[in-house]
């Protein structure tokens, strides 16, 4: 689905719909979209051999059954391990994704925000950096209109917005001051300012739309405080539940 012909106020499937199944696995974004979202979440970083997994964490030891760091596992390591009987044993034999098969599964059917996790950030913007593959892998799919870049680290999007017809960018921001959050958010020309909702108000969101950027609040699982995002002005939320976030819109 492409960014511009999104609807609003938006939900986002956080890492898939993780409430109920794994988060960040096929399983889990298949049922977001299933549940018909208009675009899902999920993290990316690098292998050791250089291949973007999706898997939020920095260490393989909560969602998986394997140890350690992602980064110094291959892609094949990594996919050997179970990333579902965390969650419950129904879904053990779920394995983590490649960024490639998210994309090819959610094509056609929603947005994707992609968030860089920081740790893959290398300086000097290598010929295979991580924003560098990203942003390859969605023009190879024909997927540039539908995916938002979005990363806590102001260089990764820096690094991309400098790029050729870069994608939709967001900025992450967990606490800082508002006016350094914009201004990052300036310099790359995002599209969105993605905010812990703890931390929005409607003062904070209508600077953010005086610059022409849209506002996303993370990770909101009740209805009740999703109204009042609404009622601040948020243009949509990242949730772990999609289908009650949905039904909640009728409240
Ligand atoms: O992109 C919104 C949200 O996912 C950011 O925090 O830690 O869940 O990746 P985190
Ligand atoms: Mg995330």
Not at 3 to 26: D, M, V, W
Not at 206 to 216: C, I, N, P, T, W
């Amino acid at each position: 689905m492409r960014i511009q012909g999104l609807r609003y106020p938006l939900i986002i499937a956080h890492r898939g719909f993780s409430s109920r199944y794994p988060e960040n696995t096929l399983t889990a974004f298949e049922k977001a979209l299933d549940a018909g979202v208009q675009m899902i979440e999920l993290d990316v970083t690098l292998s050791r051999d250089r291949k973007l997994v999706v898997i939020h964490d920095e260490t393989l030891d909560r969602t998986t059954s394997g140890r350690g760091r992602v980064r110094d596992r291959s892609l094949a390591e990594l996919k050997r391990l179970d990333a579902g009987a965390w969650f419950s044993a129904r879904f053990s034999g779920v394995s983590i994704p490649t960024l490639e098969e998210v994309l090819r599964m959610a094509a056609g059917r929603a947005a994707v925000n992609i968030e860089i996790k920081p740790e893959a950030y290398e300086a000097g913007h290598p010929e295979d950096a991580v924003e560098r593959q990203v942003w390859g892998l969605s023009k190879r799919l024909g997927m540039t209109g539908d995916v938002v870049v979005s990363s806590f680290d102001a260089r990764v999007l820096s690094e991309i917005a400098r790029m050729e017809l870069p994608p939709a960018l967001a900025y992450l921001s967990e606490g800082e001051g508002a006016s350094r959050a914009l201004a990052v958010c300036r310099s790359v020309h995002a599209f969105s300012w993605n905010v812990d909702h703890r931390y929005l108000d409607r003062k904070r969101i209508d600077a953010a739309h005086a610059m022409g950027l849209r506002v996303f609040a993370y990770t909101v699982n009740s209805a009740g405080r999703f109204r009042r995002l609404l009622e601040m002005g948020a243009d949509g939320i990242f949730t772990d539940d999609p289908g009650a976030m949905e039904a909640g819109l009728t409240f």
